[in-house]
């Protein structure tokens, strides 16, 4: 992981590099804001899943070499505590997916703007989807019940909408 985050930052740093000499100097600016926050957020993930992921690994290393190939039999006491630092450090370790969102959230700006972006899209999709299965729901029942003329049940003015940015709200 580290080797590849290294490499991704020298990487991004090459390409950046190439576009500097076309040159825009606020476009620059921006790309280096970028890299900065791509640098921080890799080496932070780095930083934390080799600190979560030390204390499984060794422990997982005394498991084989004492236990395992020198058939070494604990007390009652030292493996309960085996037992408990076993699950702590593998809890520990299963959780570093979720770490690394709130890595991201915490140490990138620009992450938590497109998150917040796609929150909000994501919102927007869901509550429309839902009014839309509404209405034709009961548009269904209507026409099963015979009902044929169109009747506002959502209790909005269907011929009075009028367009205020992307959503269409009723007057």
Known sequence: MSIFGILMIYNVHNIHGQNNLRGNNRQTKRLR?????????????????????IPYFALAIYNAIAIVMFHYKLSASGLAIYNFAYNLFRLLYFTNPVLTFYIYTLTGPKFRTEMKHSIQYGLKSVVTTIALKR?????????????NQLVNTINIPLSQNRRRGNAVRPV
């Open 135 to 147: 209405y034709l729901s009961l548009r269904v029942q209507q026409v099963l019940l015979g009902e």
């Open 33 to 53: 804001s970028n890299d900065r926050q791509l640098s921080i957020m890799v080496l932070f993930q780095i930083l934390i899943t080799t600190v979560i992921s």
